[in-house]
């Protein structure tokens, strides 16, 4: 038995048109079956943040170190809080007679396990005060230099950052 067919011996005869749908859904299917093995953006994890942060201290002490007069050098940042997001919402209003309700819910992404809230803005925190010890800094004017290259990075008040000789 041998399984030789042409495309046109598909489309030819009565059933043309149930044909065509079949292969329309086939299509469609492959698409969806190929859609879910591409990967997805995940949504920020709080683990992120964290390294977000390590990286600001990281680019900070590597610009700081850059200074005429600034030998190694090490910062640590403090925050006040944590990063905030804010997420999409839907919002309907019911209104029953006189009485009107608004609901909101989040905009979901994803289904299952896999379902996270749409995050259209995320702010990071802030800053409660920054540590800087680096070598020169016994020298008063690349102290003074070193602050407000930490002030205009970050900022933070002069009176939140504390540069230490190391």
Same mark, same amino acid.
């Not at 610009?63 to 050098?73: E, H, M, T």
């Not at 090490?74 to 019911?94: D, G, Q």
């Not at 309700?101 to 802030?126: A, C, Q």
């Given at each position: 038995?041998?399984? %030789? +067919?042409? @495309?046109?011996?598909?489309?030819?005869?009565?059933?043309?048109?149930?044909?065509?749908?079949?292969?329309?859904?086939?299509?469609?299917? @492959?698409?969806?079956?190929?859609?879910?093995?591409?990967?997805?953006?995940?949504? &920020?994890? !709080?683990?992120?943040?964290?390294?977000?942060?390590? %990286? @600001?201290?990281?680019?900070?002490?590597?610009?700081?170190?850059?200074? !005429?007069?600034?030998?190694?050098?090490?910062?640590?940042? $403090?925050?006040?809080?944590?990063?905030?997001?804010?997420?999409?919402?839907?919002? $309907?209003?019911?209104?029953?007679?006189?009485?009107?309700? *608004?609901?909101?819910?989040?905009?979901? @992404?994803?289904?299952?396990?896999?379902?996270? &809230? +749409?995050?259209?803005?995320?702010?990071?925190?802030?800053?409660?005060?920054?540590?800087?010890?680096?070598?020169?800094?016994? %020298? #008063? #004017?690349?102290?003074?230099?070193? $602050?407000?290259?930490?002030?205009? *990075?970050?900022?933070?008040?002069?009176?939140?950052?504390?540069?230490? &000789?190391?």
């Amino acid at each position: 038995m041998k399984l %030789n +067919f042409r @495309l046109n011996d598909i489309f030819k005869g009565k059933n043309k048109n149930i044909t065509v749908i079949y292969v329309i859904v086939i299509i469609g299917v @492959l698409f969806l079956c190929i859609g879910s093995f591409t990967p997805q953006k995940s949504a &920020p994890k !709080s683990g992120d943040t964290a390294n977000i942060n390590e %990286n @600001l201290e990281k680019r900070i002490s590597d610009i700081l170190s850059k200074i !005429s007069g600034v030998g190694d050098v090490h910062v640590m940042i $403090t925050y006040k809080s944590s990063a905030m997001k804010a997420t999409a919402k839907n919002k $309907t209003l019911e209104t029953s007679g006189d009485i009107s309700k *608004l609901s909101e819910e989040n905009v979901i @992404l994803g289904s299952g396990s896999s379902s996270s &809230p +749409f995050i259209i803005r995320e702010d990071m925190p802030k800053i409660q005060g920054v540590v800087v010890v680096a070598e020169g800094a016994e %020298n #008063a #004017a690349v102290k003074k230099e070193i $602050t407000d290259a930490v002030r205009a *990075l970050t900022g933070a008040s002069a009176a939140n950052i504390g540069v230490f &000789p190391r």
